[in-house]
């Protein structure tokens, strides 16, 4: 009669377990559901950025568009410009 009752118990623990980390995973308790919304920006339009950046620009050097070597940092609330010449 020993081994049924080790199943048994074994069973019921596993089904706590799994109830816990349904219940956990979700259902998302005391957290607020968030909602995802994407906002297109048409091609060529300015836009502000809401965090500082680290990325490689483009720089004139006599006239000359060239790529910087390293990546420089852009700080939160400028704007970034699509190129007047394309």
């Known amino acids: 009669m020993r081994q049924p009752l080790k199943i048994r118990s ?4 596993s089904l706590m377990i799994l109830l816990i980390v349904w ?11 968030q909602i995802v919304e ?4 048409p091609t060529g339009q300015p ?6 950046i680290e990325a490689k620009v483009f ?16 700080p939160a609330g400028w704007w970034c410009l699509p190129d007047p010449g394309e």
């Open 23 to 33: 219940l956990t995973g979700c259902l998302n308790i005391n957290r607020p559901k």
């Open 59 to 74: 720089v004139y050097i006599d006239g000359e568009k060239v790529k910087s070597n390293d990546k420089v940092l852009i």
């Open 38 to 41: 994407t906002i297109l920006i």
């Open 10 to 13: 074994l069973l019921i623990q």
């Open 47 to 52: 836009v502000q950025l809401t965090e500082s």
